[in-house]
């Protein structure tokens, strides 16, 4: 079982920025991929960024890449979400996500969140233009 709590959200205005943390619980943090997601009102949870188990990968969708940069520190079981460039459009709640890390993978477990089993509640980010 894995616990995850975020972190960091809040108030930006367009153009600046914001670092999500998500704290994990368990030992075996280093064996899951790790994975950032959004939902704003009424739509759907949306990909935002994810991370393999040893941070030799990371994924992002054209909306938020050179934007956002995911990035883990397995030593504290944490992962971050730095998001520089705001934008409007950015405003949702911010999701953890966390899955064992399979020995063989398609890119599609990276990026899909029926994919993830370990969820976080989730943190408020409000970007005024």
């Known amino acids: 079982q894995v616990q995850l709590e975020e972190s960091g959200g809040g108030l930006a205005q367009a153009g600046g920025s914001l670092r999500l943390s998500c704290a994990a619980s368990?030992?075996?943090?280093?064996?899951?991929?790790m994975g950032w997601f959004r939902q704003a009102p009424g739509g759907e949870r949306e990909f935002v960024a994810s991370?393999?188990?040893?941070?030799?990968?990371?994924y992002y969708p054209d909306s938020v890449k050179g934007r956002f940069t995911i990035s883990r520190d397995n030593a504290k079981n944490t992962v971050y979400l730095q998001m520089n460039s705001l934008k409007p459009e950015d405003t949702a709640v911010y999701y953890c996500?966390?899955?064992?890390?399979?020995?063989?993978?398609?890119?599609?477990?990276?990026?899909?969140?029926?994919?993830?089993?370990?969820w976080g509640r989730g943190t408020q980010v409000t970007v005024s233009s």
């Open positions: 991370i393999s188990a040893t941070a030799r990968t990371t």
């Open positions: 368990g030992r075996t943090f280093n064996n899951y991929i």
């Open positions: 996500a966390a899955r064992a890390q399979p020995r063989y993978y398609t890119l599609s477990i990276f990026q899909n969140p029926s994919t993830f089993d370990y």
